[in-house]
């Protein structure tokens, strides 16, 4: 048992990944995860930097976020 309580905070950011399942809204994810990577520019250490999507779904992801990121 610790002797003591100290309190601690870390900064323990790794790549941000997020991973889109095949069975949700592309759009709604692409819309959300843009928001999420572009978030304080791009600057926030929990911003989104890697984006794994599902291949059934891939395509109309992509459309939709480069939308999404168009309309920035």
């Not at 309190?7 to 692409?30: F, I, M, N, S």
Request: glycine share 6%.
């Amino acid at each position: 048992m610790a002797a003591r309580m100290v309190r601690l905070q870390l900064e323990l950011g790794g790549k941000d990944p997020t991973y889109v399942a095949d069975d949700a809204d592309p759009k709604a994810a692409a819309e959300s995860l843009a928001d999420g990577a572009m978030y304080n520019t791009g600057q926030s250490c929990c911003s989104v930097e890697r984006i794994y999507v599902h291949e059934k779904i891939h395509d109309a992801f992509v459309e939709a976020f480069v939308r999404a990121v168009d309309g920035m």
